[in-house]
């Protein structure tokens, strides 16, 4: 049966393979565009968040997805992000879109790895995950969370100097990942790493800040204020010009081609706040984000102790659900910030793990998948409504779920096991 479930995953990672492939070669990546575009306008002293093309630029610096009417440019990364962008940014655009497909789909693979083990279950939940439509919308897009992803469970797997600095490296590019500093306090020494995760961190800070001027961030602020009003069809606007984009930019007519995943937006935005109630100020939305945020971190620092098992899904399940309060646009892509619990839940499921909370929230992940698999036979679509509700009601059990005893203590961190396991009960 192990076989069994470990061929029908290898069967389903390949299938997903070329099928992203296909959808991602004849559209644009518009999201990476967006990133490639601004971090190009970066190294030519044009501010990104503000800086519209016209006719007398190149097409290099042309997003060919940003509304001629607004005032902010598609560029919400902070300048962190921007930063790390034009290391590669002169490269041609083709290229760089390869480049970017191959990368994620080795990072989704990595986390499989080092979350599952190689086991036949981890095997099988990957490929049915890497055959869903938000997955294959992250690819399309271009998205770059599941380099976020792997980043902070690089941090939750690791320990000491590398756990410190994959901890530093999430907040940098993901301001909401500051919660990763949470780990600290599973280490020996909570100061000290506490300090080199801290150290670490402004070390990465340290270039987008010393090479970008203060008014670069202040835009970064408002273009994502912005944002926050373009979920509801409102936002700044500027006369619109009286040119239009060219239709093969760079000279490729894919560059501005995009598929139309479905429902826009996600369950708070499209269903609770819209369908439900009236739409909050930003204000409120943000104090409900950070609500959110000391509340899952009160969780994690109380439960620091717990076997990995049970912190890690904790963790995963925090990021997840405060994601989806963040007041910004997104959509089904961001469901890979919950693929590492995905794994870990078919492991409580299969070795009976944790108590009816942990059992209940597995559950939930699974049938979050069982509504996934429509993209194996319909057109693919970004956040149907039944796959994100079954991830958020899955993450809010695993959250939910009573402390368990603390984990043995371990007589040193650095006891030759950099990549602890969550299949080792010392851990």
Known sequence: MKSVLSVIGLVLILVSVGRSYKITRENGEVDFRNRIVGARMASAGMNPYVTKWNPSLPETLLDPSDDLDAKYTRMTSPPTTLWFHTLFAGLDYQTLKLANFIASWIALLLISGIVGRGSPISLFLTGIFSACGGWLFHLERGQQYVYFTLFFTLAVFSLGKTRAFFSALSAAFRPVLVMTGLLSF???????????????????????????????WKSYFSNTRDWYSRTYGEYEKIPTPSYLYPTAVEGDVTTSKFLNFGIPGNVF????????????????????FFASLVLSAWILFRTRNEALRFYAVRFFASIYFCDHLLAAPRSGYNMVLYFPAVLLAGKFLVEKWGNRFDRAGALFAMIGL?????????????????????????????????????????????NGKAYPSVFDPAY
């Open 269 to 288: 935005q499209k269903y609770v706040y819209q369908k439900i109630t009236h739409r909050p100020s930003y204000a409120w939305v943000m104090l409900g």
């Open 186 to 216: 599973r280490e020996k020494s909570v100061l000290k790493h506490l300090l080199l995760t801290a150290g670490i961190g402004m070390l990465l800070l340290a270039p987008p800040l010393l090479s970008y001027p203060s008014d670069w």
């Open 370 to 414: 069982v509504f996934s698999l429509n993209s194996l036979f319909v057109d693919p679509l970004s956040s149907p409504l039944g796959v994100e509700l079954s991830f958020l009601i899955s993450s809010l059990l695993f959250l939910a779920s009573p402390r368990k005893p603390n984990r043995p203590r371990l007589e040193t961190e650095s």
